[in-house]
């Protein structure tokens, strides 16, 4: 089994076949399973689909091998897996400190957590390692963040975090397993938004928790309902077959675009992990760097005038699909924030953020090129 990658295992399973032929595993359609019976899931009668269904445990098992860990649990959305792990985790006068550049609807999540009493610190991404100290309960960061494709530094957050007792928690949604692989380095749990990379193709929503040992997370899922449906399992299983496949062809098809974007005389400015100031820091346990490439135009009406111009491109949110998708982070993922607030970050309208697809890169390429003519 190479360190990362798809094991033998993760694409052909084990013995979730029940008796029968079929070399792909059936989708467990039922709500309710027969009882008393026993036959088991994680040493539970299986009885009810909230709780456990075999479709879903089989997409936590692959998962598992994936990302490393002992348990995994698969949840209805990548938003479902971040708030049953905060609630299943945090109590009252608990702080987490975080990064302000998560995903907004993460951080809006940790601000609604307040009149619960749960402290929470957000900072620049760059900042997070300063302020974890002794009484901070736990960390949250993403292995690259979005728009601008900072990479976290995940060895040095898991040392200071053991150091003071404080839980990592890593968002490794822009990086996958093929990319990263937190828990190895010593993270306490690994999210993903499924609906990414993981199911690759747009058509599923989907969220994942890997950690170790996850009875308590278990019961919180089962109470708070976000279990994952098994026809979006299924989808997801479907997809992991050619993630790395397709997470290195989104890779080679990024630094191909990279290219052409650093040579481009209207791109004032490109974002991708390999042009970060901290290159050195990067590479400490990251060799590729995903499909998401960010570029700056002279204002947020050239952004705009761009965007309306793509032939090929599609305009739409969300990323990690088998399709090109391009955003206007100041008019969509980060309205809610005020022009300050996006400046702090260094998000100006001008920005543009590109999930480059699966099509041959020269067609994405020419459609780039076509659509900054135009400005
Ligand atoms: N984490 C990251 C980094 C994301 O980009 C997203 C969604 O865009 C999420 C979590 C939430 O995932 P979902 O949309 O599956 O709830």
């Not at 994936?66 to 938003?79: P, V, Y």
């Not at 993270?187 to 499924?194: C, G, L, N, P, R």
Request: glycine residues 8%; contains cysteine.
């Amino acid at each position: 089994m190479t360190k990362r990658g798809l094991s033998t295992k993760a694409i052909h399973g084990g013995d979730e076949r029940g008796g029968f032929t079929d070399i792909i595993p059936p989708i467990h359609r039922t709500a309710i399973f027969l009882h008393p019976t026993d036959v088991n899931i994680r040493g539970r009668e299986l009885k009810y689909s909230r709780e456990d269904n075999p479709t879903v445990y089989l997409l936590e098992r692959r998962m598992m091998e994936l990302e490393g860990g002992n348990d995994c649990l698969a949840f209805s959305s990548g938003m479902a897996a971040i708030s049953t792990l905060i609630l299943g985790t945090l109590s009252k006068d608990d702080v987490i400190v975080t990064s302000k550049e998560i995903y907004g609807a993460t951080l809006q999540l940790f601000r609604f957590l307040e009149k619960f009493g749960i402290k929470v610190v957000a900072v620049l991404n760059e900042e997070v390692s300063n302020y974890v100290k002794q009484g901070v309960k736990m960390v949250f960061v993403e292995t690259i963040t979005n728009p601008l494709l900072k990479v976290s530094d995940i060895p040095n957050l898991v040392k200071i975090c053991k150091e003071v007792g404080a839980i990592l928690v890593v968002d490794n949604t822009f990086a996958t397993p093929i990319l990263a692989r937190p828990l190895e380095m010593g993270a306490d749990y690994v999210i993903e938004s499924a609906t990414k990379y993981l199911g690759g193709h747009n058509d599923v929503i989907a969220g994942i928790l890997v950690g170790w040992n996850l009875n308590g997370i278990w019961d919180w899922r089962k109470n708070l309902g976000g279990c994952l449906d098994p026809f979006a399992a299924y989808l997801v299983l479907r997809g992991l077959k050619t993630l790395k496949l397709r997470v290195l062809e989104h890779c080679r098809n990024a630094e191909e675009v990279v290219k052409y974007l650093t040579s481009h005389k209207k791109v004032k400015k490109v974002y991708y992990p390999t042009l970060n100031h901290d290159y050195e820091m990067v590479r400490k346990f990251m060799d590729k760097f995903g499909g998401v490439v960010s570029f700056e135009l002279e204002n947020g009406e050239k952004a705009i005038k761009v965007l309306k111009s793509l032939k090929i491109i599609k305009r739409a949110p969300s990323l990690g699909g088998v399709e090109s998708i391009m955003s206007h982070p100041a008019t969509s993922s980060h309205k809610n924030l005020s022009k300050e607030e996006r400046e702090e970050l260094g998000i100006s309208d001008g920005l543009l953020r590109l999930s480059v697809g699966l099509e041959d890169v020269n067609d994405i390429i020419n459609d780039l090129d076509q659509a900054l003519a135009n400005i």
